[in-house]
């Protein structure tokens, strides 16, 4: 399973930022797909999660910013962040599971800063 996230970057409060992760190895179609972060001195939390049907779940800190998508075709989950505040930075993991076992990409850093 490989997980290839990409889109961060340094954005201004307020600002708005896209995040991609190309999935390969898993049957994408009916994988479970997440967003993760890690901010500094602090754990790893969920920030979305998008089911096969679409469904999507997010932290209540993200609620009406971040929107999570899934494109089944090109085999890529998206996170557009809109809204962003300094407390989003944060380095942004996506996450599938495969046969019972968690998979993480490599990771991709979002800096919200004036």
């Known amino acids: 399973v490989q997980l290839q996230a990409s889109g961060g970057g340094l954005v201004q409060p307020g600002g708005s930022l896209r995040l991609s992760c190309k999935a390969s190895?898993?049957?994408?179609?009916?994988?479970?797909m997440g967003w993760y972060r890690q901010a500094p001195g602090k754990q790893r939390e969920l920030v979305a999660k998008?089911?096969?049907?679409?469904?999507?779940n997010y932290v209540d800190s993200v609620k009406g910013r971040f929107t999570i998508s899934r494109d089944n075709v090109k085999r890529t989950v998206y996170l557009q962040m809109n809204s962003l505040k300094p407390e989003d930075t944060a380095v942004y993991y996506c996450?599938?599971?495969?046969?019972?076992?968690?998979?993480w990409g490599k990771g991709t850093l979002v800096t919200v800063s004036s």
């Open positions: 996450t599938t599971r495969k046969s019972g076992m968690d998979y």
């Open positions: 190895g898993v049957m994408f179609r009916i994988s479970v």
């Open positions: 998008i089911s096969s049907d679409g469904s999507a």
